[in-house]
C-alpha cells in the first residue's frame, strides 16, 4: 500500500509501529459512525439556523470607528442566539481568550459582599488570579474579585465525576451565593468533563430553590461534542472561546458569551460600558472567517474527537493510563494521557509540534507561563496562535505527569502526529519491547 509505504521509507516508521496503529483503529467503526451521526445532527441543525437568520454576504463586511449599526456583528450575535437555543448573544473579537470572556462573565453579575461558588471543583488555574486564590503572585491588589469583596467557595464533584446537588445546594444555604460557576471541562484535573444532560437536574433544583442565582458555564472544549449545549439546559450565560471549537480553526480571535437577556446585557456592559453596551465594537477584518468557521466547526469537532478516540485506544494499549477511554462517551475534545516521568512528558509535547503544519521546525521547552503555578510545556504549531482546536498539547511539570492533548482539523493528522510520536517515543526508550508486546 502507498501509505504504509510512504510512512516507512520517507518518514521512516517502524513497521511494528504502523501495525500497531492499524490494529487500533480497526477496533473504533462503531465509535467513528457515532461520531459522525453526532456531527451530521449539528451540522444540520446549524445549517437550519443560519437559514432562519437568513444569512448573506452582506453580513460578512468590516465596519471601523465605533460600529453603531453593525449589521454583521448584529447578525452573527442573532446566530449564535439561534444555534445555542437561547435569548441573547454576545459575540466579539475583543475577546482575547475564553479566561478573559470568563473574567468578564464573573464581573458582570457579581458585586462587593456576594459569594461564587464552583460546583465542579477548582476551576482552570488561569482563573485564579481573577478569583483571588494565588495570593503570592499578588492576586489580592491586582482587582480581583477578592480585591472587591467577593468571596468564594467550591464544592468537588462527588466520587462518580458527578455535580454533588444536594451539597451544592447546602452551601448555597450557608453563603450569600449570586453566582454557580461550572467548568465542563477537565482543566488540568483527572476528571471526566461534564456531559450537558449532567448539568440539566442540578439547574433545575438550584433554579427552583433559589431562582435569583445566576448560573454560569465555561463552556470551552465543548462545543458541538453533544447535541446539546448548557444554555438548552437553562444556565444563564455559557462562555467559551472562538479559537477552540466554535470557531471552527478559521475564527482569528474572540470569544462568544449566550444566555438570557439579562444576563447578557449585563456583560455588554462590562464588555465596553454601562452607557453604550452592545451598541458599539466595531472590527475592520471581514466578519468571514466567524461565520465560516462557525459553519464547519461540528466537522472539524468530530475530526478532533476522532483523532482523541485513536490516541486513547493507542495509549491504553501500550499500558498507559488514559482519560477518557476510547470507548467512553465524551463532553469535551480533550484526551488526558498520565506519563511516567517528565522526560516523556516532554518528550511526547515535542513530537507533536514537530508534527505540526507550522513551526515544525521549534523545539518547546517548560516554562513559566502567565496564570500557572508550575511550568507548562506546550506544543501548538497552529495557524491561528494558540487555537486549541487545531492539534495542540500542553501539560504542568508536576506530579502526576499528564499530558493534555486537544483538536485537529483533520483526522489524518492527528494521525500522523500520534505515529511519530510513538515512535519517537519508542526510539527514545520510553516505550520498549515488552509493552508494545505481539507487534514486536
Known amino acids: 500500500m502507498r501509505l504504509r509505504d510512504f510512512y516507512k521509507n520517507e518518514m521512516h516508521i517502524d513497521a511494528r509501529i504502523l501495525d500497531l496503529i492499524d490494529d487500533c483503529e480497526k477496533g473504533l467503526s462503531e465509535k467513528f459512525c457515532d461520531i459522525d451521526r453526532m456531527v451530521e445532527y449539528n451540522q444540520v441543525r446549524l445549517l437550519k439556523s443560519m437559514k432562519e437568520c437568513k444569512i448573506s454576504d452582506r453580513h460578512f463586511i468590516s465596519t471601523t470607528g465605533y460600529g453603531y449599526g453593525d449589521d454583521g456583528r448584529d447578525k452573527l450575535e442573532e446566530l449564535y442566539?439561534?444555534?445555542?437555543?437561547?435569548?441573547?448573544?454576545?459575540?466579539?473579537?475583543?475577546?482575547?481568550?475564553?479566561?478573559?470572556?470568563?473574567?468578564?462573565?464573573?464581573?458582570?453579575?457579581?458585586r462587593p459582599g456576594d459569594n461564587l461558588l464552583s460546583i465542579t471543583g477548582r476551576p482552570y488555574d488561569t482563573l485564579g488570579d481573577t478569583i483571588g486564590l494565588n495570593t503570592s503572585s499578588g492576586a489580592l491588589d491586582n482587582g480581583s474579585l477578592a480585591n472587591w469583596g467577593i468571596t468564594y467557595s467550591e464544592i468537588d464533584l462527588d466520587l462518580g465525576g458527578k455535580i454533588n446537588v444536594l451539597k451544592a445546594l447546602e452551601a448555597i444555604g450557608k453563603t450569600n451565593t449570586k453566582v454557580i460557576l461550572l467548568q465542563r471541562s477537565r482543566g488540568y484535573e483527572w476528571r471526566p468533563a461534564i456531559p450537558v444532560r449532567d448539568m440539566i437536574e442540578p439547574i433545575k433544583e438550584i433554579r427552583k430553590r433559589y431562582p435569583d442565582v445566576f448560573i454560569i458555564v465555561d463552556n470551552c472544549y465543548g462545543e458541538f461534542v453533544e447535541d446539546i449545549e448548557p444554555s438548552h439546559a437553562g444556565a444563564d450565560l455559557t462562555v467559551g472561546s472562538l479559537i477552540k471549537n466554535p470557531g471552527g480553526g478559521l475564527a482569528p480571535t474572540g470569544a462568544y458569551a449566550v444566555g438570557t437577556k439579562r444576563a447578557v446585557e449585563l456583560m455588554s456592559y462590562r464588555l465596553t460600558s454601562?452607557?453604550?453596551?452592545?451598541?458599539?465594537?466595531?472590527?475592520?477584518?471581514?466578519?468571514?472567517?466567524?461565520?465560516?468557521?462557525?459553519?464547519?466547526?461540528?466537522?472539524?469537532?468530530?475530526?478532533?474527537?476522532?483523532?482523541?478516540?485513536?490516541?486513547?485506544?493507542?495509549?491504553?494499549?501500550?499500558?498507559?493510563?488514559?482519560?477518557?477511554?476510547?470507548?467512553?462517551?465524551?463532553?469535551?475534545?480533550?484526551?488526558?494521557?498520565?506519563?511516567?516521568?517528565?522526560?516523556?512528558?516532554?518528550?511526547?509535547?515535542?513530537?507533536?509540534?514537530?508534527?505540526?503544519?507550522?513551526?515544525?521546525?521549534?523545539?518547546?521547552?517548560?516554562?513559566?507561563?502567565?496564570?500557572?503555578?508550575?511550568?507548562?510545556?506546550?506544543?501548538a504549531g497552529t495557524f491561528i496562535q494558540g487555537a486549541s482546536i487545531e492539534l495542540s498539547a500542553d501539560a504542568p511539570i508536576k506530579d502526576p505527569y499528564t499530558l493534555y492533548l486537544q483538536g485537529g482539523l483533520t483526522y489524518a493528522h492527528v494521525k500522523y502526529s500520534l505515529i511519530y510520536a510513538i515512535s519517537e517515543l519508542y526510539k527514545l526508550g520510553h516505550i520498549n519491547q515488552e509493552s508494545l508486546g505481539s507487534f514486536i
Open 81 to 110: 442566539a439561534t444555534v445555542f437555543g437561547c435569548e441573547d448573544a454576545l459575540v466579539r473579537p475583543h475577546w482575547g481568550s475564553g479566561t478573559h470572556v470568563i473574567s468578564d462573565a464573573l464581573y458582570a453579575v457579581l
Open 274 to 379: 454601562p452607557s453604550v453596551g452592545r451598541e458599539i465594537g466595531s472590527y475592520a477584518a471581514s466578519y468571514l472567517p466567524f461565520y465560516q468557521g462557525l459553519f464547519l466547526a461540528p466537522h472539524i469537532v468530530g475530526q478532533s474527537l476522532k483523532g482523541a478516540v485513536l490516541t486513547s485506544k493507542v495509549f491504553e494499549t501500550l499500558g498507559y493510563k488514559v482519560t477518557p477511554k476510547w470507548e467512553e462517551e465524551r463532553a469535551d475534545i480533550i484526551q488526558c494521557i498520565r506519563l511516567n516521568n517528565p522526560e516523556e512528558l516532554i518528550s511526547l509535547c515535542q513530537a507533536i509540534q514537530w508534527t505540526s503544519p507550522v513551526d515544525s521546525h521549534v523545539t518547546p521547552f517548560p516554562w513559566e507561563m502567565p496564570g500557572y503555578n508550575h511550568e507548562v510545556i506546550m506544543a
